[in-house]
């Protein structure tokens, strides 16, 4: 991720340091959505969200606030089935304001019957702690073809 990139998309950060500060710490929620969907780690993923969070999934299901987040995440995540690995690459990032951030993220499933991609669009805000948390996420199955 170029923090260029998130200076010229239009941002109040103070400076090019508190920019790259918050860039690495998005790369870092990034990571850790992408640890915890591989190692199916419901409780590691639902500590990424905001208690107001707003979720719809890559098929649609709209999720409203961390209960039903963390309902549906217990009874799905845990269970998945997947057969291979998934990657999850931080693509574009553009503040809305100091403290909110919208991330694009490059979401690849690889398995032995080809790659699958998902492009979700994430708005995390920064806690008054400097934490950034998942406040509203869109994911979205890329078709190919």
Excluded at 17 to 34: F, G, L, R, Y
Excluded at 60 to 71: H, P, Q, Y
Excluded at 86 to 95: G, I, K, L, S
Excluded at 97 to 119: I, L, N
Aim: glycine letters at 6%.
């Amino acid at each position: 991720m170029d923090t260029e990139n998130a200076v010229i998309a239009g941002t109040s950060a103070t400076s090019v340091t508190s920019v790259t500060e918050d860039i690495k710490a998005i790369e870092q929620v990034v990571a850790t959505v992408e640890r915890t969907q591989r190692a199916k780690d419901a409780e590691g993923f639902l500590a990424l969200f905001h208690p107001d969070a707003l979720w719809t999934t890559a098929h649609g299901k709209v999720l409203i606030g961390f209960d039903a987040i963390a309902e549906f995440t217990r009874a799905v995540l845990p269970a998945s089935d997947w057969d291979g690995d998934v990657t999850y690459e931080v693509a574009h990032t553009q503040y809305l304001r100091p403290d909110v951030m919208a991330v694009k993220v490059r979401q690849v499933y690889h398995s032995a019957e080809g790659d699958t991609e998902g492009a979700p669009l994430y708005v995390m805000t920064r806690q008054d702690d400097g934490r950034w948390l998942l406040h509203v996420g869109q994911n979205t199955e890329v078709h190919v073809g």
